[in-house]
């Protein structure tokens, strides 16, 4: 199940970020919002799986409070689930 939260992780960061590209590029002046609807969806589905699925691992592997609370903002923040990852996640695989 860990794998499979990394893979999520992943996949959300990497939606997160090419979802601010679309925002950033629908205010440009030849921009549309046609990016902005084709990844939303997909993003909102991968960023409830990582809480879901955090939610999860908290039970599983006993996380405390403080990491708990750290892994869920890193789904906030731009380049957070990468942080994540390479922090909390990589040392229990």
Do not use: Q
């Amino acid at each position: 199940m860990l794998k499979t939260f990394r893979i999520v992780a992943l996949l959300e960061g990497v939606s997160y970020l090419l979802l601010a590209g679309a925002a950033i590029y629908k205010r440009m002046p030849d921009g549309n919002d046609e990016l902005v609807k084709l990844l939303g969806m997909p993003h909102g589905l991968l960023f409830v799986a990582y809480v879901a699925l955090a939610v999860f691992l908290r039970i599983t592997y006993k996380w405390d409070t403080k990491s708990f609370i750290i892994i869920l903002l890193g789904s906030l923040i731009p380049f957070g689930t990468f942080y994540v990852d390479k922090k909390y996640l990589k040392p229990l695989a």
